[in-house]
């Protein structure tokens, strides 16, 4: 199944109780409103289906796997309602994430900026590619990671997630990623990866559904709160996008892309 969104799409594909959810934008794999509650939307679906044992999240090409907001949409806010609206986007996903039963494994074949950090880390379980990169680059336009925070926090620890929110123009290696524990394994190759990702996926999917399900309920105990922590979050990104530093920001990378 393909959603067509606009020029980007989220496809759903199901084999032998595996469901692998892909999603693409051609703007480096960001991530439009639409294409975040469509996504949000199938991983709700696949938490539905019984036949579902674990889902694979991924996205297209070989270099970017998540630039996170869609800079097209920033620069369209212009009410804290729109804005607020835009960035629960993220909640939405996060939170489907997070409560869906299924083990969900990331398929981190690029790098990931804001959002798609907090992809990664909202994943069960993350295999990467060598140089998969990662940059929380919020700060730099004149909000911050609150959305995703949360989960980047939970997944790297406050010191980890401290330094890459104020350090927001620095990219940290996917060896630095490992080792703070937002990566579960990196690979010097996407063909490993790819088998890393069947051996695993194909062991949860002969495991027994209840006990998974339970591990999971154990593993983000404590979060249960984050339905209306992630949308206070939103909240604050949402009336900080409009401010004139974010703007002049927006504008100036606009430009950079255009010339």
């Given at each position: 199944m393909i959603?067509?969104?606009?020029?980007?799409?989220?496809?759903?594909?199901?084999?032998?109780?595996?469901?692998?959810?892909?999603?693409?934008?051609?703007q480096s794999n960001s991530l439009p409103g639409e294409l975040?509650?469509?996504?949000?939307?199938?991983?709700?679906?696949?938490?539905?289906?019984r036949d579902t044992k674990v889902i694979i999240l991924k996205s297209c090409g070989d270099k970017v796997f998540c630039s996170g907001a869609s800079f097209d949409e920033l620069a369209a806010i212009s009410t804290e309602a729109q804005g607020i609206h835009f960035f629960s986007g993220f909640a939405e996903v996060i939170n489907a994430m997070r409560k869906t039963p299924q083990f969900?494994?990331?398929?981190?074949?690029?790098?990931?900026?804001?959002?798609?950090v907090g992809l990664a880390a909202a994943a069960d379980y993350a295999i990467a590619v060598d140089g998969a990169d990662i940059k929380l680059s919020e700060l730099a336009v004149g909000i911050g990671p609150?959305?995703?925070g949360p989960a980047v926090e939970r997944k790297l620890g406050l010191s980890a997630f401290s330094q890459l929110t104020i350090d927001a123009t620095m990219w940290r290696s996917a060896d630095w990623a490992k080792r703070k524990g937002l990566y579960a394994e990196v690979y010097s190759d996407i063909d490993a990866v790819d088998d890393a990702i069947d051996r695993l996926s194909t062991n949860l999917s002969h495991s027994s559904a209840a006990a998974m399900h339970e591990i999971k309920k154990v593993l983000w105990k404590g979060t249960e709160h984050w339905d209306d922590l992630l949308k206070e979050r939103a909240?604050?990104?949402?009336?900080?996008?409009?401010?004139e530093h974010s703007k002049t920001f927006i504008s100036k990378f606009k430009s950079k892309q255009r010339s």
């Open positions: 959603e067509e969104i606009k020029e980007g799409h989220v496809k759903v594909e199901r084999e032998h109780g595996i469901a692998t959810i892909e999603f693409y934008h051609p975040l509650h469509t996504l949000a939307k199938d991983i709700h679906s696949e938490g539905l289906n969900i494994i990331a398929r981190i074949q690029g790098k990931c900026v804001g959002g798609g609150f959305v995703v909240a604050i990104s949402g009336r900080l996008i409009l401010s």
